[in-house]
């Protein structure tokens, strides 16, 4: 299991150039923004980034100024400032369908200039390493037509930041668990990196006309594979049941608990590296609206 370096992980000079690329992606790609403010039922924000958990949302949202925490009817709310401007971090819950509905309410909460899918991602190929970004060009779900994001960084500035990638994302249902599925997945979508929420986000943000960015960092390498102790508990229907699949395997491997540690440890710490991420390129989001996408 290998570990990302978190030091120096983006060169100075590359990292400006994908800035500048986000920030005149804003540019191009604006919405109009002549609507009645007082329609809104919440204050609007500039940027709403929307995670499916609280493990890839807490530490974005812990850097927040000014925090505040709202359970909404469909996600969980974390509002504040970063660098002057004003953001949502929104925990989803996981899936499509959990997604969608969140997208579709707080774009009409907020009104946000930029939605932001951003979380964990499985890689679909072995360059893909634990703690790399992928930002979306395409994202697509099984038996669906490709959405372009508009997102264009050239290859030189790709090839200078090792570890930032540029792709399709492919969108499924269930995790994939298994490193032949995943060769398969793709192989069959041409993607890189494989996610549960960041298809149905998009679809609601091209509805809306809302600028839209994919930022996931890789958790699970191609050739990764979960003891069969979590396996287990994964498949389980209930909690019950899932409660008791630990309680079992800890009771015959007690050396198991290390790996519940482990898998722990990576999610905190690729939590760590999307935060320091997003937190990079937030301030770099154009406000500016004079023309629809």
Request: hydrophobic content about 40%; proline content about 4%.
């Amino acid at each position: 299991m290998l570990r990302w370096i978190l030091s120096d992980l983006i060169r100075q000079t590359a990292y400006q150039k994908v800035t500048d690329t986000v920030s005149s992606l804003g540019e191009s790609t604006s919405r109009d923004q002549h609507q009645d403010d007082s329609a809104r039922e919440l204050p609007p924000c500039e940027i709403a980034v929307l995670f499916g958990t609280n493990l890839e949302a807490e530490d974005f949202a812990s850097g927040f100024e000014g925090r505040s925490t709202t359970r909404c009817a469909s996600f969980v709310e974390h509002a504040g400032g970063i660098a002057g401007r004003n953001v949502v971090a929104i925990e989803t819950g996981t899936g499509v369908r959990a997604s969608g509905r969140a997208a579709e309410d707080v774009i009409a909460l907020h009104h946000p200039d930029w939605v932001i899918s951003a979380g964990f991602a499985a890689a679909l190929r072995p360059e893909l390493l634990r703690g790399h970004i992928l930002m979306a060009d395409q994202v697509v779900a099984p038996q669906g037509d490709p959405l372009v994001v508009g997102l264009h960084i050239d290859s030189e500035t790709i090839a200078a930041m090792r570890h930032l990638h540029v792709g399709r994302l492919v969108t499924v249902h269930q995790p994939v668990r298994q490193p032949n599925a995943r060769r398969e997945l793709g192989e069959q979508y041409d993607a890189l990196a494989a996610d549960m929420e960041t298809v149905a986000v998009a679809e609601v943000c091209a509805r809306h006309k809302t600028r839209f960015l994919s930022v996931r960092v890789i958790a699970d390498q191609l050739d990764d594979c979960m003891p069969v102790e979590i396996e287990r508990m994964m498949a389980s229907s209930s909690w019950a049941a899932k409660l008791g699949t630990v309680t079992g395997a800890l009771l015959k491997r007690p050396s198991s608990v290390k790996d519940w540690w482990h898998l722990q440890q990576q999610g905190l710490e690729a939590s760590d590296r999307l935060a320091e991420f997003l937190r990079g390129i937030l301030p770099q989001l154009t406000g500016q609206d004079e023309t629809k996408r």
